[in-house]
């Protein structure tokens, strides 16, 4: 590339560079990353706005850069804008993006396949919620797509705001957190907004929390006719970090059961639901243990 030719490209990258950061769109310094990052009309506007007449650039070099593939016709006649090839190239020149750095980009960000962030303190009041009242399959989930009258909506509340209040007594989460766990409140009853904008749990959980449409929700822990110890187990590591005293697990322990013997009849059918039985009492019981007495074992394979 002669050195006109690569002056008009650096041209076209300037322009449309110095507009995403007075656009406040620009991210990681980098346009390929800006681009992977912003809707289709934030990008179209900024290369709308960034284009360059063909009378402005030396008919030779546009015809260069043109059949190198460096730069596209916009929707305006005789107006161009840089291409992806383009950026590519003035940014793997100047050092601010080499192909590791995107493919790392790239799969950190499109190829993840689980998350390795922590829970957040409403992430586990959710889950604690969920292993009290014991929604352990499908046909024992969490469905709020017929609850027209918000009963069943309203009993879930009590289950959420009783775990809450158990895992700040516990100093497993904040007071902060308990009071303002939901938000601010609309039209939607507060359940169903908290379950429909809780998306980062799937991958959190290694795909045990379960959405799988019309307001259905609940944890993959029952397959074969038998409960997976080592995935409950997992669960109550991922609340409790394996730090329960003695003392705490039995509150633990008898807060689980009450929940399932006080409200199982008021969110499930119960000719489906089995895990109100007292076998999953000591099961519970088991898993909680284990959670600790493995710590070290979920530390190693988070």
Not at 1 to 19: C, E, P, Q, R
Not at 91 to 117: A, H, M, P, Q, W
Not at 151 to 178: F, G, M, N, Q, R
Not at 193 to 218: E, H, S, V, W
Request: proline share 2%; aromatic share 12%; glycine share 4%.
């Amino acid at each position: 590339m002669d050195d006109s030719v690569k002056y008009y490209l650096n041209k076209f990258y300037d322009t449309l560079y110095t507009n995403a950061e007075l656009e406040e769109k620009l991210r990681n310094k980098s346009l390929i990353i800006t681009f992977l990052e912003n809707t289709k009309n934030t990008i179209y506007k900024l290369m709308s706005d960034s284009s360059k007449s063909s009378a402005k650039i030396p008919t030779n070099v546009l015809n260069s850069l043109l059949a190198e593939g460096l730069i596209q016709n916009t929707d305006e006649i005789d107006t161009y804008t840089i291409t992806a090839k383009g950026v590519w190239m003035v940014e793997n020149e100047r050092g601010t993006l080499d192909e590791k750095s995107l493919i790392s980009y790239i799969n950190d960000r499109y190829f993840v396949y689980s998350n390795r962030k922590p829970l957040t303190e409403k992430e586990k009041v959710i889950l604690f919620s969920m292993i009290a009242a014991r929604t352990f399959s499908k046909d024992s989930s969490i469905d709020l797509k017929e609850d027209y009258d918000g009963k069943l909506a309203d009993t879930w509340k009590e289950i959420i705001d009783e775990s809450c209040e158990k895992l700040l007594e516990l100093s497993v989460i904040s007071k902060k957190t308990k009071d303002t766990f939901y938000g601010k409140s609309g039209n939607e009853h507060v359940v169903s907004g908290l379950f429909r904008r809780n998306n980062d749990l799937p991958r959190k959980t290694k795909g045990i929390y379960t959405a799988p449409g019309t307001r259905k929700y609940y944890l993959d822990l029952y397959n074969n006719s038998k409960l997976s110890d080592e995935k409950l187990s997992y669960l109550f590591w991922q609340i409790f970090n394996g730090k329960l005293s003695e003392t705490s697990r039995k509150e633990v322990i008898n807060f689980c059961n009450k929940i399932s013997n006080n409200k199982s009849i008021f969110i499930f059918d119960m000719s489906k639901h089995i895990f109100s039985m007292p076998k999953y009492d000591t099961v519970i019981k088991d898993c909680l243990i284990d959670s600790i007495l493995s710590k070290r074992k979920w530390e190693i394979r988070a």
